[in-house]
């Protein structure tokens, strides 16, 4: 028995599926099959349950997992004892970043960390905030950036930055014509919402006074990205709020359109977060430094009112 072929084991149990798991532990599926077959014929148990699509873990398979995890985890562990103990700063770094933040913070960073750590291979992987908890909390990633607060013991978060929420408000609608929003204005029904499983939807959610929704309207939109969020409110069809760096690169038009909140205004806390027992600590800091660095000139908000991301009943 192998770390390697517990690895390719924990590959196939996370993606259900042979050859994708293959592709990420970068090796040929037959290559991976023959591995996980041997380990199988040692254990004289099988793993896997292959008539299954997608592929299913046997009863004993799950239980090998569960153990395989922390026999994993452990071994990865010695490494970041030794990288620690040397202060190194390089090997596989994985992090997760919510989709509502991927597209305006990473550009903002991945260069300068990439040259400033060419010895760090960063590996980035889009994931919702539920997801980055269950992979954290799996070690299948080492860090991750997400709205907070999330009330969970186990993890750690440190604030990387302050983001407002800006309104984006067509001239047909009943709020335009105020030059700042105030909180007690929004009705939940009248704004363009993400689609559910966005952190940034029930933040907005928690944001108005009231979730019920108004008889009048005919129509409920959601999307799954900011851009057509846009689109939708330049053709009329409501108002919608952004996080205030998807508003940097909007054109001079559209920027007529956005509407600011009183002081203080809402907003989301973006943090850098971790499992409390991680260990990959100097890459932590490289990465939290790096951020700080590049976000200090694109927001200089304090004075805000953080929106947890949380959803309320």
């Known amino acids: 028995m192998t770390i390697t072929q517990l690895k390719y084991t924990l590959a196939v149990a996370e993606?259900?599926?042979?050859?994708?798991?293959?592709?990420?532990?970068?090796?040929t599926q037959p290559t991976l099959s023959m591995q996980i077959q041997k380990l199988e014929e040692e254990l004289d148990a099988k793993i896997f349950n292959r008539s299954k699509k997608p592929i299913e873990l046997t009863e004993v398979g799950k239980r090998i997992v569960e153990q395989a995890k922390v026999i994993v985890d452990e071994s990865n562990r010695i490494i970041d004892i030794v990288h620690q103990q040397?202060?190194?700063i390089g090997g596989e770094f994985r992090v997760g970043i919510i989709p509502t933040i991927m597209p305006t913070l990473l550009p903002m960073f991945l260069k300068t960390f990439s040259k400033n750590y060419p010895k760090v291979q960063l590996i980035i992987e889009e994931l919702t905030t539920e997801e980055i908890v269950r992979k954290l909390m799996d070690g299948y990633i080492d860090a991750a950036i997400a709205a907070t607060p999330l009330e969970n013991e186990a993890i750690k978060e440190r604030v990387l930055y302050y983001e407002p929420f800006v309104g984006l408000v067509p001239s047909e609608h009943r709020l335009y014509k105020q030059k700042k929003l105030k909180v007690d204005d929004l009705e939940v029904d009248d704004i363009l919402l993400l689609e559910d499983g966005?952190?940034?939807k029930d933040s907005v959610i928690n944001l108005c006074r009231t979730n019920k929704r108004s008889a009048t309207h005919h129509f409920q939109l959601e999307s799954g990205s900011f851009d057509t969020l846009i689109k939708l409110s330049k053709d009329g069809l409501g108002m919608t709020l952004l996080p205030y760096l998807n508003t940097l690169d909007l054109n001079d038009r559209d920027k007529a359109h956005l509407r600011e909140f009183e002081t203080p205004p809402p907003a989301r806390e973006v943090s850098l977060i971790y499992h409390k027992s991680q260990l990959k600590m100097q890459l932590?800091?490289?990465?939290?430094?790096?951020?700080?660095?590049?976000?200090?000139?694109?927001i200089a908000f304090s004075d805000v009112e953080i929106i947890s991301p949380l959803q309320k009943n």
């Open 198 to 200: 966005h952190c940034f």
């Open 86 to 88: 040397k202060g190194y």
């Open 15 to 27: 993606y259900k599926n042979f050859t994708i798991a293959a592709e990420h532990c970068f090796v």
């Open 284 to 298: 932590i800091e490289a990465l939290k430094n790096t951020i700080d660095s590049v976000i200090r000139g694109a």
